[in-house]
């Protein structure tokens, strides 16, 4: 008996991990919803947007309101600062947190690669950064036959037009996607490439990439496709543990660009910080 009121008197020292959240769009409204209606062991104590006047009523539905903080401080309130604002925000959001020590969740992972000497800060301060899965698949594979040893991954990206337009790669050369009516290969290259010139569409590519063989190793195929409705994602791996090769059709959210798992992933994630069971890598 004893023993057992020792175990819950241990459970309830243990506090609550405080979550920050840059920007609410099409991911961090999920986000922050999934976080109010509870996870265990998680509050959403703090959001960072650019416009609060725009989320006020997002922000007034949720049970228990989060201070609104300029975007460069979510790491002096939180313990776990999610990113999900555009990437060019990265350094501000995630440099304050992983100096204080806290973890940093990124899905711009596209533009940690230019910013790569976070990881460096994090490790100097008991900081870390945390990439999802996201709109991906199977990161969990890739994590585990890169512990041997991965000879190459190959993956393909299609996307509808609407989840392409404005894309660097595509205003800088000039390409019309406008008026295709059949599968156009924009681009083919290493990932560090494709997240320069689609900074917000091949995130995952990026993701793919710092799980397997790096950015300059990962070869990326990017097609405009005006047969497709989806995002669709394949992934060729090949191993001396496994062969194996992946596939994903991502149904767009609000953000055409997005798929709408993005978020649901980065609430799997923060489900597992205090889960009792976790299940995948
Ligand atoms: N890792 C992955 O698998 C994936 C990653 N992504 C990436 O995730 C990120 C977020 O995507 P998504 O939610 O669809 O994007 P959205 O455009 O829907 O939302 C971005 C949000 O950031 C806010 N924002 C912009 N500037 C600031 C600022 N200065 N301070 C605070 N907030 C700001 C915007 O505010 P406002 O509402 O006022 O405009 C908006 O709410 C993007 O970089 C995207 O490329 C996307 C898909 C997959
Ligand atoms: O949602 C997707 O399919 C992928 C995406 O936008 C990204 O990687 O940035």
Redesign the pocket.
């Known amino acids: 008996m004893a023993r057992r009121w020792d175990v819950m008197t241990e459970r309830k020292a243990v506090s609550e991990l405080r979550v920050g959240i840059a920007g609410l769009g099409s991911i961090g409204t999920k986000i922050a919803t999934a976080l109010d209606q509870g996870i265990e062991g998680l509050t959403l104590s703090a959001i960072a947007v650019r416009d609060p006047a725009k989320h006020q009523a997002l922000v007034d539905g949720l049970r228990r309101s989060p201070t609104i903080v300029p975007i460069d401080q979510l790491g002096d309130v939180a313990d776990i600062v999610v990113e999900c604002a555009p990437s060019q925000h990265l350094r501000e959001i995630v440099e304050p947190a992983v100096r204080r020590g806290k973890s940093a969740v990124v899905v711009s992972v ?1 533009g940690l690669l230019d910013n790569f000497d976070l990881v460096d800060l994090a490790r100097a301060n008991g900081g870390r950064i945390i990439v999802p899965t ?2 991906l698949i199977g990161l969990d594979a890739v994590n585990a036959a890169a512990v041997g040893t991965i000879h190459s991954v190959k993956m393909v990206t299609r ?1 509808p037009i609407d ?1 392409l337009k404005g894309a660097p790669f595509i205003v800088e050369n000039n390409i019309d996607i406008d008026n295709l009516r059949e599968p156009l290969k924009l681009f083919e290259g290493t990932a560090r490439e494709a997240a320069k010139g689609f900074p ?6 990026v993701a793919l990439s710092l799980a397997g063989v790096g950015p300059d190793r990962t070869q990326v195929q990017i097609w405009a496709d005006p047969t497709v409705t989806r ?1 669709v ?1 394949r992934i060729e791996v090949e191993a001396d543990s496994a062969r194996f090769s992946m596939s994903i059709e ?1 149904i ?1 959210s609000e953000n055409p ?3 709408l798992i ?1 978020a649901l992933s980065v609430i799997a994630l923060l489900r597992k910080q205090r889960a009792t069971l976790c299940v995948g890598t």
Do not use: W, Y
């Not at 917000?200 to 590519?205: D, E, G």
């Open positions: 596209g996201g709109a996307k989840g917000a569409n091949l995130n995952v590519a995002n994602h991502n767009p660009k997005t798929g993005t």
